[in-house]
């Protein structure tokens, strides 16, 4: 459900971003935040649909979830001290963002190892983990889209 879900929603935030394409590929601070964005959610699609492959066992899915997850915490993070650097869209470039996405992508991480450990309850640590962040990323698209508006309308 939540891969599906990813999937949708990337499709959703990949048509409103190429119907703001200019105003984005103009500001440093868009495409940052648009790069963490679709990150996110083709993160969780990919991390599903591994998941969902046969013969398996817990430690595939544990090594699969931890590389997938780690690079796209990587990016966030990499993306959002550039945008915070740059600075020129001050819609949603708070530190407190960057704390929660943070803490959400290194709760999936350390879930990761603990399911790759052996540690069944590393299973409930990443489900919660990527389902908050499937939300928290649908609230960066939203910031994103504002901050567009925001620029387009002010200079009117």
């Known amino acids: 459900m939540a891969g ?5 929603l990337t499709g959703l935030v990949f048509v ?4 703001n394409l200019e105003a ?6 868009h495409r940052h935040r648009a790069i963490g ?3 996110g959610f ?8 591994l998941v969902l492959m046969g013969d398996q066992n817990y430690q595939a899915v544990g090594i699969e979830w931890l590389i997938i997850s780690g690079i796209a915490a990587t990016i966030y993070v990499n993306g959002y001290v550039q945008a915070i650097k740059i600075g020129k869209s001050s819609v949603g470039l708070r ?14 991480i350390l879930g990761a190892i603990m399911l790759t ?3 069944i309850t590393g299973v409930y640590v990443v489900a919660v983990a990527l ?3 499937l939300a928290f990323t649908i609230t960066g698209a939203w910031l994103l889209l504002i901050g567009v508006y925001v620029e387009q309308h002010s200079k009117k």
Do not use: H, Q, W
């Open 4 to 8: 599906g879900a990813a999937a949708a």
């Open 16 to 19: 409103a971003m190429s119907l």
């Open 24 to 29: 984005i590929a103009k500001d440093a601070t």
């Open 37 to 39: 964005t679709l990150t």
């Open 42 to 49: 083709t993160a969780a699609f990919m991390i599903c649909a």
């Open 95 to 108: 530190p407190y963002r960057l704390m929660v996405g943070t803490f959400l992508y290194i709760a999936e």
């Open 117 to 119: 450990l052996g540690n």
């Open 131 to 133: 389902i908050s962040l």
